[in-house]
């Protein structure tokens, strides 16, 4: 079973100050883990993923996350804020058990707030 | 591409009314998944199919809520009777072959049942 548990309903930053939104997990398997942008009355996008290799992932829109296993972490950062950057924000495991895609757990997501 | 689409985007409905909502994935997908949004539970995974076949159905709230896939490029979510709790958003999303691969959402259905 996965459970992800995402700190901070609500992370507030100024215009080109640091994001770091933060993501744990809990996984029984090796974990595919994902970050997901959804705007409002939008589906979820897309930003990055880790499955195997480099823990250290690049995403869009200047993104990243690193995979850490000893700390079950897979926080999402991106140096310098932009107004459009105001949304909210899904971190996501998958256990891939088995062949072909699975279901996703998500956590209960973060509502980024960019200050002017 | 288009994309998963997804209608209607948005419905109303009396409760006790059969509600269907219906999803097309992006074409060469062959996993499908649908989620629902609400600001209590956040996004759970309802049910999921590959290869039209479903996988796991565990999310699925009751007996009211049924899903069929049919073929390749089709799926419905079906709520009967419906019931003002059921109100949320669902998503459709789709996947490619692959172990590796995310999923692919559409804008979502909002329903509200009154």
Not at chain 1, 17 to 23: K, N
Not at chain 1, 41 to 63: D, E, M, P, R
Not at chain 2, 25 to 30: A, D, E, Q, T
Not at chain 2, 71 to 89: G, M
């Amino acid at each position: 079973a996965q459970s992800v548990t995402q700190l901070g309903s609500h992370v507030s930053v100024s215009e080109g100050a640091l994001v770091l939104l933060r993501c744990n997990y809990s996984s029984s398997v090796p974990p595919y883990l994902f970050w997901y942008v959804q705007y409002p009355n939008q589906g979820l996008q897309l930003l990055l993923k880790y499955t195997t290799g480099a823990t250290l992932v690049k995403g869009i829109n200047g993104f990243e996350a690193e995979f850490k296993k000893s700390e079950t972490s897979f926080h999402l950062t991106k140096p310098s804020a932009h107004m459009s950057d105001a949304a909210e924000y899904f971190c996501a495991v998958s256990g891939r058990s088995g062949g072909g895609a699975d279901g996703l757990t998500f956590g209960k997501g973060t509502h980024l707030i960019i200050q002017p | 591409d288009a994309g998963v689409i997804q209608s209607p985007r948005h419905e109303v409905t009396e409760m006790g009314q059969e509600v269907t909502l219906r999803c097309k994935p992006i074409s060469g997908h062959n996993s499908l998944f649908w989620y629902r949004q609400t600001m209590m539970r956040g996004l759970e995974l309802l049910i999921y199919f590959n290869n039209n076949v479903p996988i796991d159905d565990s999310g699925m709230p009751e007996d009211r809520f049924s899903a069929k896939m049919p073929n390749a490029s089709f799926s419905t979510l079906k709520i009967q009777p419906s019931e003002p709790r059921d109100s949320a958003v669902y998503f459709c999303a789709s996947s490619p072959p692959g172990r590796t691969t995310e999923a692919f959402f559409g804008q979502g259905t909002r329903l509200t049942v009154v």
